[in-house]
């Protein structure tokens, strides 16, 4: 087992290469005491540079001289090309295929060779395995490593050190590496503090492993906390998180969303699913967490385009958008009518769709698709009120 010297041996290691990330408000209103561990504020952009790095520093001479590789869709990646560089190793990245542009640049960037392979992480993982044995590196694995579990646990002292009235602690996971680096390094020294994990429910392998107290595989669904999207967790990291996590829950998908937008409304930060993960989980673990809780934002590595798409679909869900789907007269004036009712009304219109040639509604009308901005769901409902009140047949429209 992981022991507590490991981690505070790591935590010497790794301090010129990492950022001490302080503790911020969480602007939780129902649950004041809240406070977040911004590891989306870390070099790289995610927790995964400490682990990288613990484990790299520990390697021979000769080790480093032959070089690294990892395999790697994001936060992996990046950690072990920003680690390797500064401890002067070469470092190859394996990435899917399907791995978008940024994270490739990004990776390129910290000086490492990225090899584009595969439809999926295993694929790469498998290929990553063979260009090991055929280069001769050092495989740096993304969880299953104790180097690695040690350099995520600095996490776990730096909280202790930081918030001493801690009680308790929350934490993304996927494979385990972090959840037992830092449920090691709370319990070893604080163990009446709470420590809970947190999957999200397309991909709970290790929720259910925990459950039945044996390692059980379940490939994971699409997910936007693909950072935690782990069929296989390690069997080390299982027994760790046995003996130290008091429970791990899951969340569902559509709440993710909202945690995000939240993070960024409420909070000013920029955090990638498989963080916000906790933030998604904070109300129902309220009770259990005692007065003084800390939350791990784990990474904020989730590029534009899903980071708008996600926005889109959290204020959809806090009913601070809305679409709606009305027909009116297919005469002059009439879409003029409908406009001046919404102004009425409050609502900003963002989209209009005016469509005549949908077989769904009678010769000499046309079908109007509205998306609204909107106050939230008591503000959507006056709306439907108002305009069914002056004769339009309005109905809300939700995408699957």
């Known amino acids: 087992m992981l022991t507590l010297q490991q981690i505070q041996l790591a935590a010497a290691r790794i301090a010129p290469y990492i950022r001490t990330t302080g503790l911020l408000d969480g602007n939780i209103a129902a649950a004041p005491g809240v406070r977040l561990k911004p590891e989306n504020l870390q070099i790289t952009g995610a927790f995964k540079i400490r682990g990288a790095a613990n484990c790299i520093a520990q390697l ?19 950690g072990v090309a920003a680690a390797a560089r500064a401890a002067g190793s070469a470092a190859v990245i394996v990435m899917p295929q399907s791995t978008p542009l940024v994270k490739v640049e990004r990776t390129a960037a910290h000086g490492a060779e990225v090899i584009l392979a595969g439809g999926d992480f295993d694929e790469a993982y498998a290929v990553a395995r063979r260009v090991e044995q055929d280069r001769g590196l050092v495989f740096i694995h993304p969880f299953d490593d104790p180097r690695v579990v040690a350099g995520q646990g600095t996490i776990g002292l730096e909280i202790l050190r930081q918030a001493p009235d801690v009680t308790g602690v929350v934490v993304p996971v996927g494979g385990g590496g972090l959840i037992s680096g830092i449920a090691t390094a709370i319990k070893l020294q604080a163990p009446h503090v709470k420590v809970f994990g947190v999957q999200t429910e397309m991909a709970a392998a290790m929720q259910c492993s925990f459950g039945r107290g044996e390692l059980t595989v379940i490939p994971p669904q699409p997910t936007v906390a693909e950072g935690i999207a782990v069929g296989c967790p390690s069997e080390a990291n299982l027994r760790t998180i046995t003996r130290y996590v008091d429970d ?56 534009v385009t899903t980071l708008g798409a996600v926005i889109d679909r959290g204020l959809a869900l806090a009913g601070r958008s809305v679409r709606l789907l009305l027909d009116l007269p297919d005469v002059p004036g009439a879409l003029a009518r409908l406009a001046g009712i919404l102004a009425q009304s409050r609502a900003n219109i963002l989209e209009i769709f005016h469509n005549r040639q949908t077989g769904e509604v009678v010769l000499g009308r046309a079908e109007v698709e509205l998306v609204l901005s909107t106050r939230g769901p008591d503000h959507v409902a006056e709306i439907i009120d108002l305009l069914r009140a002056e004769g339009y047949n309005a109905r809300q429209h939700h995408h699957g």
């Open 60 to 78: 021979s001479d000769e080790e480093r001289a032959r070089g690294v590789i990892a395999a790697s869709a994001g936060n992996h990646a990046q």
């Open 248 to 303: 791990i829950v899951v969340v569902p998908e559509a709440e993710i969303a909202t945690a995000m937008l939240r993070l960024v409304e409420d909070c000013k930060l920029v955090v990638e699913g498989a963080g916000a993960v906790v933030y998604a989980a904070a109300p129902i673990l309220t009770d259990l967490l005692g007065e003084r809780p800390v939350l791990v934002l784990s990474g904020g590595n989730v590029d």
